[in-house]
């Protein structure tokens, strides 16, 4: 038995990591994403229950196109490879974030995979995309405007 409920990651640092290996960028993305299901499968196998990958904050928009592009790419990629993988284990798939900003194709990919995912009991693994703790709390408040709600504790998490 474990402990530990949540573990949250912050998928930071394979562009450069690659840069020290004398590799592209890109190269230390690709690996980091092998690394995802490595690590769900510890996770589940540990009892975690939560597993939050920070993959994409709001301020990674502001890199290179071709950069954002490919890290486009590879969640698509990890969408249309992992979801059998994640159901076959038990493991729910969630997202966080502003999804209005990603391309239609990717977001039905992320509502193909949180619907064949939605009624797994095990670890829960949630992905942080397009998220930046600011960007959360204005559409948490924008939200509160719009439908004339009180800005309570709940609202803002």
């Not at 038990?90 to 009624?119: P, W, Y």
């Amino acid at each position: 038995m474990n402990d530990l409920v949540h573990l949250a990651i912050i998928m930071d640092g394979n562009g450069r990591w690659a840069k020290r290996q004398g590799k592209e960028r890109s190269f230390g993305h690709k690996e980091g994403a092998k690394k995802v299901r490595e690590i769900t499968e510890y996770a589940s196998q540990m009892g975690v229950k939560y597993l939050s990958l920070y993959a994409f904050s709001t301020e990674n928009w502001n890199r290179p196109k071709a950069e954002v592009t490919l890290l486009m790419k590879l969640l698509s990629s990890f969408l249309k490879s992992e979801v059998a993988i994640l159901k076959q284990n038990n493991i729910r798939f969630e997202v966080i974030g502003d999804m209005s900003k990603l391309s239609s194709s990717l977001q039905k990919e992320i509502a193909k995979a949180k619907e064949a995912t939605q009624t797994c009991t095990g670890l829960t693994q949630i992905l942080a995309i397009n998220y930046g703790s600011h960007d959360e709390i204005l559409r948490a408040i924008n939200k509160a405007v719009q439908t004339n709600e009180p800005l309570t504790k709940e609202l803002l998490e």
